[in-house]
């Protein structure tokens, strides 16, 4: 997370960034920081309780000694649907990598449950991280029903390789303002024209927080662990 970087440097504090790979290849590793800042939830791979750590982005049960901030996933939910509602969506699909995030996430099943109780037509749309493939779902996604649809990226990433298969398509221009969604306000989305509608999780908040929390639990290891829900918005691009 770029903020995080930037903040750290601007603090003067040392750090290194460390792969969960590297970490499970050695788990000893850890024993050379005082604490510990980590993204979303690994898979196979748990911290030591002993050592202080912020989680950003995450939904698994917390161990001790550790706090945690994510993007209020029931608000964005409601950011989304709403602005699909809004503007007519007969059909809405979420589309999210497998490499990246579990099917059962919140924000996936939220939108779909949704959706869903406001007699939308929805799905889940995940795809392979390399994988070419999600040009051709969308292509048959698009043809196969109502053309007023609503879709959904899970993320940035997501959302470039969506925005990418769209182009292509040549639909793009038409779903960028009312039938598209971003769940990020990213540069990696800037130089699209049009630009899709994105939801900006206000990343340097939370890379904010997050320091200030590690910093607290380092010094005071016995506080309660603590959970913070940020609030994001909705950022719209007229095409006119």
């Known amino acids: ?45 748990v911290l030591p309780p002993a050592i202080p750590a912020v989680q950003i982005f995450g939904w ?6 550790q706090d945690r901030i994510t993007a209020n996933d029931r608000q964005i939910v409601q950011l989304v649907t709403s602005h699909f509602r809004n503007h007519g969506v007969e059909r809405a699909a ?11 996430h919140p924000r996936i099943e939220g939108f779909l449950e949704e959706m869903a109780k406001h007699g939308v037509e929805v799905r889940s749309i995940p795809f392979e991280k390399n994988s070419p493939a999600l040009r051709g779902e969308m292509e048959e996604y698009l043809k196969a029903g109502s053309g007023k649809v609503g879709l959904f990226a899970f993320n940035a990433f997501c959302g ?59 010094d005071r290891p016995e506080l309660p662990e603590t959970i913070l829900l940020q609030a994001s918005k909705m950022v719209t691009f007229p095409t006119r």
């Open 94 to 104: 979420i589309v999210w990598c497998r490499e990246m995030v579990r099917g059962k």
């Open 60 to 65: 698994t049960p917390m161990r001790e000694r």
């Open 160 to 218: 470039l390789k969506l925005c990418c298969a769209l182009d292509s398509l040549g639909v793009l221009a038409q779903l960028a303002e009312s039938g598209l969604v971003v769940c990020d306000n990213s540069p990696l989305l800037y130089s699209f024209s049009p630009r899709p509608t994105m939801i900006d999780l206000n990343l340097p908040m939370m890379a904010e927080f997050a320091l200030d929390t590690l910093c607290r639990r380092i």
């Open 1 to 45: 997370m770029q903020p995080l970087f930037l903040l750290l440097n601007e603090r003067k504090i040392e750090y290194r960034y460390v792969s969960t790979r590297e970490v499970m290849e050695n788990p000893a590793l850890v024993n050379d920081f005082r604490g510990i800042v980590y993204y979303n939830d690994p898979d196979d791979f």
